[in-house]
């Protein structure tokens, strides 16, 4: 018999198979759960089935006691601003090189006049952005990001 | 209706799904039925999402799937589950029930029965019968059991076709 025929027979002799029944503790077992679960007070259950106002008053209370936390505690303030710049500094950057980006294609667009605008936009803006793309890439990479 | 009632109808139409893809999985009653009440226990905390989906029972056999192989990654020890450290000609017994099945002849007119083939199936060592039942009932290929049991092609094959030959011993004369 070839591992080809074996796979048929075997497959047609397991797919003939009845499917096991679930014993009938089941779903007694599995309903007492959950009417235990459903009889807890809605703060016992998961955060995610709170009441709406609930869950904000939550977000707002746990919000505050963190800026609470950081406010009061010292060496918390200094390092949660270290922390936030970590953050920040890249999306600032990401701006700063996008209003470049945007202030370069206005100078070119009206430098060119209104007629060959329209037709030299795409090239330009994809010439910017290989340029741009370059100059990220060496300073990361060439320049390690000094200067 | 409640939302209990709701639930209840709903672990009715499925449980016998999820019972019978956990207990071809694991090979074992007690165990398909603490799994399977797991699969519920979840469904029950998403059932605003999935109560009237269409695809409650493909989440619920996914759901069933990942429960039944974390069960057995647990017990990874004990069983010796998927266990690439031995040699590959070296699975140790393949098939108890087949080993054990010569001794009288009532035994081998039982093992021709469905009853029989799916006690063999449950008696496979984990790691052929898992991917078998994964191809032969849950209809993945190849590359996705290995994937999924984080085991190379080439076990899952070989596993695969060891199970096989495994079970025909139990419906060959």
């Known amino acids: ?147 | 209706m409640s939302d209990v009632d709701r639930f209840e109808a709903f672990v009715l139409r499925f449980q016998d799904m999820v019972f019978a893809t956990a207990y071809r999985l694991l090979g074992r009653h007690a165990d398909a039925e603490d799994v399977s009440q797991t699969v519920f226990l979840r469904a029950y905390e998403r059932f605003d999402q999935i109560g009237e989906s269409p695809a409650a029972a493909g989440w619920l056999k996914t759901v069933t799937t990942n429960l039944c192989l974390n069960h057995l990654s647990r017990h990874r020890a004990r069983f010796r589950l998927f266990s690439e450290l031995r040699p590959a000609d070296d699975d140790g017994p393949e098939f108890e029930v087949a080993s054990q099945a010569e001794a009288t002849p009532d035994r081998l007119a039982a093992l021709e029965t469905n009853e029989a083939l799916g006690e063999a199936l449950a008696r496979l060592p984990d790691h052929q019968r898992v991917p078998i039942v994964l191809f032969h009932f849950e209809e993945r290929s190849y590359q996705e059991i290995a994937a999924l049991l984080g085991v190379s092609l080439g076990k899952v094959k070989t596993d695969i076709h060891r199970g096989r030959e495994a079970l025909r011993q139990s419906f060959s004369p």
């Open chain 1, 1 to 147: 018999m070839t591992p080809e025929e074996l796979e048929q027979i075997v497959h047609q002799r397991l797919r003939n198979l009845p499917a096991p029944k679930a014993p009938r503790s089941l779903a007694p077992a599995v309903m007492a759960a959950v009417r235990a679960r459903a009889s807890r007070p809605w703060y016992a259950r998961p955060w995610r089935t709170w009441p709406a106002g609930a869950r904000v008053a939550a977000a707002v209370s746990l919000t505050l006691l963190a800026a609470a936390v950081v406010a009061l505690l010292p060496g918390v303030a200094p390092a949660a601003v270290a922390t936030l710049a970590l953050v920040v500094g890249p999306v600032t950057e990401a701006v700063r090189v996008a209003g470049t980006l945007a202030e370069a294609g206005r100078t070119v667009a009206s430098s060119f006049g209104s007629s060959f605008g329209p037709v030299l936009i795409v090239p330009v803006v994809i010439m910017l952005s290989t340029v741009a793309a370059v100059g990220v890439t060496l300073r990361r990479v060439a320049l390690g990001g000094a200067y």
